[in-house]
């Protein structure tokens, strides 16, 4: 039986991947470094710790990636951070889940500093119980060390009695990795074909469609 829901954020709950992505794209232009916006796009969901390796040389992430990450952090906060808008139905669909007894988490590689600001963008922070972002892992995204940090701060629960909700094959593949199962929403941009082979059991347009077909999805069923 699902006692428990974690959620991931950007794409998820916020539509924010564009975003996220026109503000790595400005970062590493800064640097000195062009890098394609679909690129970059392909990347998001990762903490900076996963992203730079995959697009940026070996020496590079070494010598300059702390200052890289603080430079994009700082600029999302400030340029982007404002645009950040919930998808439709985001408190609903938690209203939903609490009045159906989960309990509920979320799970960002996002800093806690913008998490605090996606629990105002969404509205849900009253009915979230726990939460965790890259600053409470040593590895993010598509490691499962977020995840594995929200499920013990929910307490009680093992991996078989909780569901991962994300956007993105490295949601389901962190997921896998901490032994818990997922499901997607391609309202992020990733095709529901890439979510079920990463290992979605299931996948949705949006926190809409999601609600709209509650009963019959794992969520409301455990299977």
């Excluded at 991931?8 to 890098?35: C, M």
Aim: aromatic share 8%; hydrophobic share 40%; with cysteine.
């Amino acid at each position: 039986m699902i006692r428990g829901v974690i959620f991931d954020i950007d794409g998820t709950l916020v539509d924010s991947v564009d975003l996220h992505a026109r503000a790595w794209q400005e970062t590493f232009r800064h640097f000195g470094r062009e890098i394609p916006f679909d690129c970059v796009r392909a990347q998001i969901g990762k903490g900076g710790d996963q992203l730079l390796p995959a697009l940026l040389p070996e020496d590079v992430v070494r010598d300059r990636g702390e200052q890289i990450e603080a430079y994009r952090s700082d600029h999302y906060k400030r340029v982007y951070l404002p645009e950040d808008r919930a998808f439709p139905s985001v408190r609903e669909l938690f209203e939903r889940l609490r009045a159906d007894g989960k309990r509920l988490a979320l799970a960002s590689s996002a800093r806690g500093d913008e998490l605090e600001a996606y629990n105002r963008i969404t509205r849900v922070g009253d009915l979230i119980e726990a939460e965790s972002s890259s600053d409470d892992a040593e590895r993010s995204k598509p490691h499962p060390d977020i995840f594995q940090a929200a499920l013990g701060r929910l307490g009680g629960l093992g991996p078989d009695e909780v569901l991962v909700v994300g956007d993105t094959p490295y949601d389901a593949e962190a997921a896998a990795k901490a032994g818990i199962r997922a499901v997607g929403l391609t309202c992020g941009g990733w095709p529901e074909e890439q979510l079920r082979a990463a290992g979605c059991v299931a996948v949705y347009r949006d926190p809409v469609d999601l609600l709209g077909r509650y009963e019959r999805s794992p969520l409301a069923r455990g299977a």
